[in-house]
């Protein structure tokens, strides 16, 4: 379904510094190498994702099963893809986005055991219509640390037991490890500026042609 467009993942556990390192990514594309960049996020980033975001993470009162929670999410990220990341894949723009299929992966696969990791890709290509990221950082960190940078309310996935966190976590290095192609594990540890040159220095490396 892609075309020339560069599809960039930012993945990891709570509080690892996706949202900034989106940030900072999408900063340097668009000011120093003027390029037109979609910045986006899971779950909530359509009309329809929004009112999902909000049964996923904020509605504490709901029980929401395990297997109910994966669909939920990959609602989210069929329409996503196909009302904004799709479109701006075939425009050939580049898409950063705040978590996608991994996230499924790790949290309902490896945390919640709701199927090994090979049958939750399957499930998850189904959703996204085949559509893989080109490249994908997985910041990693100890979910403690994680975890304690989180400031304000925390949500219904945030509030999960450390034990879970730490089965996201090791879901997110078992598929780093299988897809070391084309997953980067990055030192979540470091400042902010040092994680950026990490990836920075992977994607001139890997997608040089294409910046
Ligand atoms: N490398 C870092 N070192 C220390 N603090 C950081 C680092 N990166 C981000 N932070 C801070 O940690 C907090 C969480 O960062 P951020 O929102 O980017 O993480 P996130 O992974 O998007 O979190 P969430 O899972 O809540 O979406 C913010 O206050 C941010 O300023
Ligand atoms: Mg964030």
């Known amino acids: ?17 996706k949202s900034t390192l989106v940030n900072s990514l999408y900063t340097y594309l668009t000011e120093r190498k003027e390029r037109f960049v979609v910045k986006t996020f899971e779950p909530g980033s359509s009309t329809l994702g929004k009112e999902i975001r909000n049964i996923l993470l904020h509605r504490k009162e709901l029980v929401i099963s395990g297997r109910s929670e994966l669909f939920l999410f990959l609602a989210d990220r069929a329409h996503h893809i196909e009302v904004l990341i799709g479109p701006a894949l075939r ?13 499924s992966i790790a949290y309902q696969g ?15 290509l189904f959703a996204t219509d085949g559509l893989v990221p080109d490249l994908t950082f997985y910041l990693d960190l100890d979910p403690k640390i994680g975890l304690a940078r989180i400031k304000g309310e925390k949500d219904r996935l945030e509030q999960e037991v450390i034990e879970f966190h730490e089965r996201v976590r090791e879901g997110y290095l078992e ?3 299988k897809h070391n192609d084309r997953i980067y594990k990055l030192d979540a540890s470091k400042t902010p500026h040092e994680v950026f040159k990490q990836a920075l220095t992977i994607l001139e490396d890997k997608c040089s042609e294409l910046l």
């Open 110 to 124: 490896a945390a919640r055991g709701i199927a090994d990791l090979d049958t939750l890709e399957e499930i998850c």
């Open 1 to 17: 379904m892609k075309s020339n467009g560069l599809f960039i993942t930012v993945e990891g556990g709570e509080g690892t510094g």
């Open 91 to 103: 425009e050939d723009l580049i898409v950063i986005c705040d978590r996608f299929s991994d996230s």
């Open 175 to 177: 598929l780093s490890r």
